[in-house]
């Protein structure tokens, strides 16, 4: 390697260094670090043990295919038309063709690659023979990188700033758009689906792109959670009611916890003597660490809550089963055991639970235009105080990537408070679905705003299970939903037809 080259290198590492440090560089020891924004994504990380559930295999019905991208869709300077290769996948097997104006279900992708989304997201393969719906997965993260490389595109804010949602549905359009010509579908209405932040884009394109879209299933959307809009300890207080519905000393036991760890950190050899009770792999460097962690877990199992294995309960039933006379952090301890699995050591590092490239364009989406205020005061929930503080955030952001964060352009640009009057005439032909057990749905749109644009929820429901493949486990009221959100698009597409027949009728006379 010579000089040029190493010396690159080295920039680089000190960048992913600098992204990864952001996320914990909170967690000195205090009494009130800032919380760390719970990922948002389709699927539970791997750690939890159970095999996901999905409807199929990725198997040969799925086509691989790359669209010539553009790469600014909203300036007209020379380097605004530069190109990358987007990537999306069809499967045709169930598609009833052109011909028959046969709709089109279109899954955005969002905050990881495709391929760990395509076996998880099982409600478009379990309705697809139904409906006769090609299928079409576009890819947001993951393999469509602009500028050739990740290290290229995540290289600063210059390259950074065109990775945004409001270009990441102007890519959707092209593609769908692009498809529908390709194929003579003009006629075939597209149905968009998204899942967590995908669920965001999702209800954001049928906004913004009505004539590319008929209709939107947004699962586990948190569109409200920006501005003052929702509580800042929405999340947290949702966690804590989770499993103080599940246990109440198991929620006593974590509510104690905290100030235990702060006790023993405080001794001689504290990080070192918390280190081997938790069977850290690493030295802890600071206190936080090891409280993110901590965090970070109770967070997940609450969020993915899921049938059958209910993860809270996993956690609790290791707190409560573990062995009398063992000490608060000893519980503790055998609830991570409980969720995570019996290993020699476990690593805080948040890349040990999601892919570094998620850490790092995730980072700067929350960064740049995701700036959702989360945070909690004092004896608010189970969890150590944790105020968000907008001009801290802002400094350390900035501090990163050169360029300050816009909290409020999302609420600018895709409209937020006053939703219910705003969406009441302008929206039409969005499902909010939302599972009450997940805690970002304290930020998501519980209630029908009109007779089209309505809101599922299930009061057992965790984050995104809604879209995933349907299982022969599944309870009632989870088939139940499926069932009224397969209803609701029956209609959809029963009004576009009978519209459709209308017009060409009308115009055949003419």
């Given at each position: 390697m010579n000089r040029s080259s190493l010396i690159q290198s080295q920039q680089w590492l000190i960048s992913i260094l600098a992204i990864i440090v952001l996320f914990f560089d909170t967690t000195c020891i205090s009494a009130a670090q800032a919380k760390i924004l719970p990922r948002l994504s389709v699927k539970r990380p791997l750690f939890l043990g159970e095999p996901a559930k999905f409807s199929e295999p990725v198997s040969e019905d799925l086509q691989t295919s790359y669209y010539h991208q553009t790469l600014d869709h909203f300036n007209y300077r020379p380097e605004s038309y530069t190109t990358f290769e987007q990537r999306y996948v069809m499967n045709f097997k169930y598609w009833g063709g052109a011909n028959a104006s046969a709709p089109i279900f279109v899954y955005l992708g969002a905050?990881?690659?495709?391929?760990?989304?395509?076996?998880?997201?099982?409600?478009?393969?379990?309705?697809?023979?139904?409906?006769?719906?090609?299928?079409?997965?576009?890819?947001?993260?993951?393999k469509s990188?602009?500028?050739?490389?990740?290290?290229?595109?995540?290289?600063?804010?210059?390259?950074?700033?065109?990775?945004?949602?409001?270009?990441?549905?102007?890519?959707?359009?092209?593609?769908?758009?692009?498809?529908?010509?390709?194929?003579l579908a003009e006629n075939s209405p597209v149905i968009v689906f998204g899942a967590s932040y995908g669920g965001k884009l999702a209800s954001w394109f049928r906004l913004k792109y009505p004539h590319v879209a008929l209709g939107a299933l947004a699962s586990s959307a948190p569109i409200l959670y920006f501005d003052d809009i929702t509580p800042q300890n929405g999340y947290d207080f949702i966690v804590t009611k989770n499993f103080r519905e599940v246990s109440e000393s198991c929620y006593r036991t974590i509510s104690k916890s905290w100030s235990e760890i702060d006790s023993v950190a405080s001794e001689p050899n504290g990080l070192s003597i918390l280190g081997n009770k938790f069977r850290i792999c690493d030295q802890l460097n600071n206190l936080g660490e090891l409280k993110e962690f901590l965090e970070r877990t109770y967070d997940i199992a609450a969020q993915y809550d899921d049938p059958p294995s209910y993860p809270v309960s996993m956690v609790c039933g290791g707190i409560d089963g573990a062995p009398e006379g063992n000490d608060t952090l000893s519980r503790v301890f055998a609830g991570v055991v409980a969720l995570r699995g019996n290993f020699s050591c476990y690593n805080t590092s948040y890349t040990t639970d999601y892919p570094i490239e998620t850490i790092e364009g995730w980072k700067w989406q929350t960064c740049s235009e995701m700036v959702m205020p989360m945070g909690r005061g004092d004896n608010d929930t189970m969890f150590p105080p944790a105020p968000f503080n907008l001009t801290a955030y802002s400094r350390?952001?900035?501090?990163?990537?050169?360029?300050p964060p816009r909290p409020h352009w999302v609420t600018s640009y895709y409209g937020g408070h006053d939703i219910e009057l705003i969406?009441?005439?302008?929206?039409s032909n969005i499902i909010f679905s939302n599972g009450l057990r997940d805690p970002y749905s304290i930020g998501g749109v519980l209630k029908n705003i009109s007779h089209s644009v309505v809101a599922i929820i299930t009061v057992n429901g965790s984050h995104c299970l809604d879209i995933q493949g349907a299982t022969s486990t599944d309870p009632e009221w989870l088939v139940m939903q499926r069932k009224a959100e397969v209803e609701i698009i029956e209609g959809w597409i029963a009004q576009y037809y009978a519209d459709l027949h209308a017009i060409t009728k009308l115009n055949d006379h003419v």
């Open positions: 905050e990881e690659d495709l391929d760990y989304d395509l076996p998880a997201v099982g409600f478009l393969t379990d309705n697809a023979p139904q409906f006769k719906a090609l299928l079409v997965y576009i890819e947001y993260y993951g990188i602009p500028f050739g490389s990740r290290k290229e595109a995540f290289k600063d804010a210059s390259s950074l700033g065109y990775f945004n949602s409001a270009q990441a549905i102007a890519d959707f359009a092209e593609v769908i758009l692009y498809l529908k010509r390709k194929l350390d952001c900035t501090s990163l990537y050169g360029v969406l009441r005439r302008f929206a």
